[in-house]
C-alpha cells in the first residue's frame, strides 16, 4: 500500500510496467481486492485494542484503514469495489456490533460517501463511464459494461444448450469463437472468460457445477462461524469472493484464486486448530499430586 502512493508521485519506482496510475504490480483489480480485505479485516483489531485502552495501536489501525481507503477513492480502485465493500461492512457489523452500533456505522459510511462523491473526481468519474460504457455498446462498440453484458448473455444461451453437465471443461473459447462467427463489434467478441464464476462453472459443467460451487462456497462460510481473527478474516475472504465473482471469474484468475487458495486454507487452518485446543482438555501434570480414589 505504502508503495502504491509512492508510484502515485514517482511512477519510475514501479516493480513492474502497470497500466493504472498508483499500481506498483499487476493490476488495480487484485490491488482493490487486497486492500479492501485488509481495510475492513483491521476493524475488529481497531475496536478491541480501544477496549483495552491500547490507543497508539488503535490509532495505527485506523490511519491504516484510512490509508487504504483513501488510495481506492482518490488513486485508483476496481468499480467491483463499490459492491463488495458495503457486503464486507454489513458482515462486520452483524458479527461484532449491536443495532444501535451498527445504525452509527452506517450513518457513518453514508456521510463519508457523500464526502467522497463531490471530493473524488477520479471515483465520480468511475461510475459514470458505466453508464457511458452501456451507452456504447448500443452503437456496438465493445467497452467494458457492453462486453460483460454480451458474455452474460451468449454465457446463457451456451449454459441453456447443456443444462445438466455443461459443454465440456476448456469449452468456454471455442462456444464463443463459433457463436462470433460472421459477425461484427461486440457480438465477433471472443473470450474464455465470461467474467461471471457462476456462468463460467454453468457453461462447461452445467448445473451440476454450480451446486459443487455453491456447495464449496457454503462449506467454506461455515468453516468461519467461530470467534477468533483467523476465522474473521477467513469469513472476509470468501465473502468478497463471492460477491465480486458477480463481475469476475475470481476463482479462476491467478491472483485471487491464489489468494482464495492460501487465505482460505491458512485460516481454516488456524481456526480448526483453536477449536481444537479449546476442546481437547489439558493433560493431567505428573508432577501433581493425585486425589485419593484416583489409581
Not at 452509527?104 to 465520480?124: E, H, K, P, Q
Not at 454480451?150 to 465440456?168: I, T
Request: charged share 15%; hydrophobic share 50%; aromatic share 12%.
Amino acid at each position: 500500500m505504502g508503495l502504491s502512493w509512492m508510484v502515485l508521485f514517482e511512477p519510475g519506482l514501479k516493480l513492474t510496467a502497470t497500466q493504472s496510475v498508483g499500481v506498483p504490480v499487476r493490476n488495480y483489480i487484485d490491488q482493490s481486492q487486497e486492500f479492501a480485505l485488509c481495510m475492513v479485516a483491521l476493524a475488529p483489531w481497531a475496536i478491541g485494542f480501544c477496549q483495552h485502552r491500547r490507543y497508539f495501536a488503535a490509532a495505527a489501525c485506523a490511519a491504516l484503514m484510512l490509508a487504504f481507503f483513501a488510495n481506492m477513492a482518490f488513486v485508483v480502485s476496481a468499480r467491483a469495489a463499490l459492491v463488495y465493500v458495503p457486503v464486507l461492512l454489513i458482515a462486520f457489523a452483524l458479527r461484532y456490533l449491536d443495532r444501535r452500533q451498527s445504525a452509527l456505522l452506517f450513518a457513518g459510511v453514508i456521510a463519508i460517501a457523500i464526502t467522497v462523491w463531490f471530493t473524488s473526481g477520479y471515483l465520480r468519474s468511475r461510475v459514470a463511464d458505466i453508464w457511458t460504457e452501456y451507452e456504447y455498446s448500443k452503437q456496438n462498440i465493445p467497452l467494458s459494461t457492453g462486453q460483460r453484458l454480451e458474455y452474460w448473455q451468449k454465457s446463457l444461451k451456451f449454459f441453456a444448450d447443456a443444462p445438466v453437465f455443461g459443454n465440456g471443461t476448456g469449452s468456454t473459447r471455442i462456444l464463443f469463437e463459433r457463436d462470433a462467427v460472421g459477425k461484427t463489434g461486440l457480438a465477433a467478441e471472443v473470450t474464455k472468460n465470461p467474467h461471471n464464476q457462476t456462468l463460467n462453472v454453468a457453461v462447461q459443467w452445467g448445473v451440476i457445477g454450480i451446486l459443487s460451487l455453491y456447495a464449496m462456497w457454503i462449506s467454506h462460510l461455515l468453516l468461519f462461524r467461530e470467534d477468533g481473527m483467523a476465522s474473521w478474516v477467513g469469513l472476509l475472504i470468501v465473502i468478497q469472493n463471492i460477491t465480486s465473482s458477480l463481475f469476475n471469474s475470481h476463482l479462476f484468475d491467478f491472483h485471487e484464486g491464489w489468494m482464495y487458495v492460501l487465505g482460505v486454507g491458512v485460516a481454516a487452518g488456524m481456526s480448526l486448530q483453536s477449536q481444537q485446543r479449546a476442546t481437547i482438555p489439558p493433560p493431567l501434570s505428573l508432577s501433581a499430586p493425585l486425589s485419593r480414589g484416583e489409581p
